[in-house]
């Protein structure tokens, strides 16, 4: 998983040097809300997602899992952060 994120890290930063993309500077603002709101999301959505523990495959599940539930967690964490009062908290 570490080399996987490197990868897509170095992917979206791009090699070009000076100011780093919109996307990652919007994940980079937002990365300290998703770890707070990843530990409440994965019990609610493991009932729902469980491909890992339906599927013998967890080499395929296991992933789809996890970015399902960075998306839903950026996707809020993102929305919140577009009203002013509550950015600083996310």
Partial sequence: MILASAGLFV???GDRGGEPSALLQRLAEA????????VAAIPLA???LGLA?????GWVTLPLTVIATFAACFAVVDTLR???PLR???
């Fill in 11 to 13: 992917a979206i930063a």
């Fill in 31 to 38: 990365t300290v809300g998703i770890y707070g709101l990843h």
């Fill in 46 to 48: 493991a009932p729902h």
């Fill in 53 to 57: 523990a339906r599927s013998g495959d």
């Fill in 82 to 84: 577009r009203i002013r």
């Fill in 88 to 90: 600083v908290a996310v």
